[in-house]
């Protein structure tokens, strides 16, 4: 029987078995809480331990609650004891489960214990880059100021000058947020005098440990080392081992603790350090295909927003949301050239969601010239179309301590792309962590062309730790299920005739006019933020860059060209994220227990297996063999 609006009955109840499905995921979830130690990080049997339980400061425990926060996520119930015993603590634990907090709570506790004059400061916390000196000084303010304290924090920035450093340590604070240059500059200066570290320093965090000599900072360390005191407790937090962190244990800690809290990933007792709540997967395409596979994930709308697109050069950025951009998708490119104050605005418009897809580099190090790494000249190599770095770049002012990738919270981002493919298996882990943050729901999507395979061979073997031969049923890394060729073939003529338009000198041109209007806005972005700092409306990032205006036909993909498994697939796309947002905001009390429900991942993989038994019984698979039901009756429509 066929309805008025074309879907059979037994469509329809596949429809509503597929939403029934979903809400089901969305609603008879797991017990769960974030933090919770038998929350989504974590299934064994161990009794939750509340923060009440952990003797924190009652005005700790106030400011946690007015945060919403009930339980430690594991990392905090294995680490937060031991500091506030005042062990010394390495902790390894896997992105966004909670470490920032897992040393701030007890550093706090003890700063409010202790209280008492000082001459200098009596924490500091050490972080990569600047993007993340703004989290961690955001985060221990607002605790401060939860907590009703007095407490002063204060963040150096890279771009103060020493009279700004001085002016801003007048007062002494009781905790120092910076990277290890400004602390050496400061104290190269005079502007800390060593002798009052020495004095006055009780607990060191170095937070990203495992990046900080990757940024350059190993001399600034080394100088510092010096001058902490054999009293003083430090703490070392990185989500992937590294040769590094063994250095800089050995170099400022004293028989520390060690913990390392990964996860199960397939209740095999193997465990990784990616989430488990993010879903791993790849499409395989040409180098020269890249945008249009980008153009047709996006067209179909077959991810969930936000989404973080990955590039690992500032003009493949650019070539992106210009090419984007003549399809009607809007984004934000974010980068280390654009000015402090407007990409910390970035980072803030896309957390409140004023914005879906924001196109970004990894790092300071993703800011050389294309050719000086080989992975990068490889990843281009056979793409006529892609862009070598501008010239004008060379010029710009780059910030080596700009960072997005490693340590930001970003919110609620659902998906990750890797447009390009990160160098390291580190640096994908650190992508990959921008979603399935706090126990969420996310996906990621990389595009590999044959020259990548090689380093996605290096992340499965790693994530999986057995070699490629074995993996089976470990494979992390699955390829894209909803993406059949016929949607991206249908798109092909459209993309490449747009992708001749978007030229080297577009491309250069839409690089310095972002460049100007941002460093223009910087100033007053500065002044307006303070006393507006709730004013996000004022600024779009993700404005059109283009020369000409995008043509209106390119905006919708017009029904003759429409892939109808590919539309399938977006559809259970939509039923996922609507799925999402019912788990996101049903927060449900149970037992006197939080309970997050379910998100969406096991949502999606059903939704994908369906689709492909689907294209098994008649669907239109990716070779085409076959065809579904959908596309005859599809074609019964257009006759
Ligand atoms: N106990 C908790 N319960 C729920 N959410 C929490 C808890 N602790 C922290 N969070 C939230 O988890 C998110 C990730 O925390 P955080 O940024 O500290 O992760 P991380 O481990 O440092 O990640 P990365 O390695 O990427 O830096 C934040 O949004 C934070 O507010």
Redesign the pocket.
């Known amino acids: 029987m066929e309805r008025g609006d074309g879907e059979s009955g037994e469509e329809m109840q596949e429809r509503l078995s597929t939403i029934a499905e979903l809400k089901l995921a969305a609603e008879g979830g797991q017990a769960a809480?974030?933090?919770g130690t038998k929350g989504p990080h974590d299934d064994d049997e161990e009794e939750d331990v509340g923060f009440e339980e952990m003797g924190l400061d009652a005005r700790l425990l106030r400011a946690?609650s007015k945060?919403g926060?009930?339980?430690?996520?594991p990392?905090?119930a294995k680490a937060m004891p031991l500091i506030l015993e005042g062990k010394d603590v390495v902790a390894r634990?896997?992105?966004?489960?909670?470490?920032?907090?897992?040393y701030l709570l007890p550093l706090v506790h003890k700063l409010l214990a202790e209280g008492g004059s000082k001459k200098g400061p009596r924490a500091m916390v050490l972080v990569p880059t600047r993007e993340l000196c703004q989290?961690v000084y955001d985060?221990a303010t607002s605790l401060a100021e939860y907590c009703g304290a007095t407490l002063r924090v204060v963040q150096l920035a890279t771009t103060m000058s020493t009279a700004t450093m001085k002016m801003s340590l007048a007062r002494v604070p009781d905790i120092l947020v910076a990277t290890p240059a400004r602390i050496a500059a400061c104290i190269s200066q005079n502007v800390i005098q060593p002798a009052v570290l020495e004095e006055s320093l009780a607990m060191l965090v170095l937070?990203?440990a495992d990046l900080l000599f990757s940024y350059g900072y190993e001399e600034d360390l080394r100088s510092l080392a010096v001058y902490v005191p054999r009293k003083c407790q430090c703490l070392l937090?990185s989500?992937t081992a590294s040769p590094d962190v063994d250095k800089l244990k050995k170099l400022v800690l004293h028989n520390p603790v060690t913990l390392t809290l990964t996860e199960e990933v397939d209740g095999s007792g193997d465990t990784s350090v990616v989430p488990k709540s993010v879903q791993q997967f790849s499409v395989h395409c040409k180098s020269k295909d890249k945008l249009l596979y980008m153009l047709s994930i996006l067209k179909y709308d077959l991810i969930q927003k936000k989404a973080i697109i990955f590039v690992n050069t500032i003009d493949t950025g650019f070539r992106l949301k210009l090419f984007l951009e003549q399809f009607g998708i809007k984004s934000a490119v974010l980068n280390g050239e654009l000015p402090q104050n407007s990409r910390l605005h970035i980072l803030q418009q896309f957390n409140v969601g004023l914005f879906e897809h924001l196109i970004a580099t990894d790092d300071g190090k993703s800011l050389q010239p294309v050719s000086s790494t080989s992975k990068e000249s490889s990843s281009t190599k056979d793409s006529e179309a892609e862009p070598v770095e501008s010239k004008s770049s060379k010029k710009a002012v780059r910030d080596t301590e700009f960072g997005v990738v490693?340590?930001?919270?970003f919110?609620n981002v659902r998906t990750v792309v890797n447009y390009d493919m990160p160098e390291t298996v580190a640096g994908y882990i650190?992508r990959i962590?921008?979603t399935g943050?706090?126990?969420n729901a996310g996906i990621s999507l990389s595009l590999v062309p044959p020259e990548d395979e090689e380093i996605l061979k290096q992340i499965k073997v790693e994530l999986s730790g057995v070699d490629e031969g074995q993996q089976n049923n470990k494979a992390l890394i699955s390829p894209f299920p909803l993406l059949s060729k016929t949607a991206v073939e249908s798109l092909r003529y459209r993309a490449e005739d747009v992708m001749r338009s978007v030229t080297k000198i577009a491309v250069r041109e839409a690089r310095a006019k972002e460049l100007r209007i941002e460093i223009l806005n910087s100033e007053r972005l500065k002044a307006h933020f303070e006393d507006n700092p709730t004013d996000l409306e004022l600024l779009k990032h993700d404005k059109v860059l283009s020369k000409v205006a995008p043509a209106a036909h390119l905006k919708t993909v017009p029904e003759y060209l429409r892939d109808p498994t590919t539309e399938a697939a977006s559809r259970a796309v939509n039923l996922a994220r609507a799925a999402m947002n019912l788990a996101q905001s049903s927060f449900v009390k149970r037992k006197n227990k939080r309970v997050r429900v379910q998100d969406a991942p096991t949502a999606f993989t059903k939704s994908a297996k369906r689709l492909k038994r689907d294209g098994r019984k008649g669907g239109k698979s990716e070779d085409g063999k076959s065809r579904s039901r959908n596309a005859s009756k599809h074609k019964r429509r257009k006759r």
């Open positions: 809480h974030p933090g946690l945060k926060l009930s339980y430690p996520t990392v905090q634990a896997k992105t966004g489960s909670g470490k920032t907090l897992s989290q985060e937070d990203e937090m989500a490693r340590g930001i919270d919110k650190h962590g921008r943050r706090a126990g």
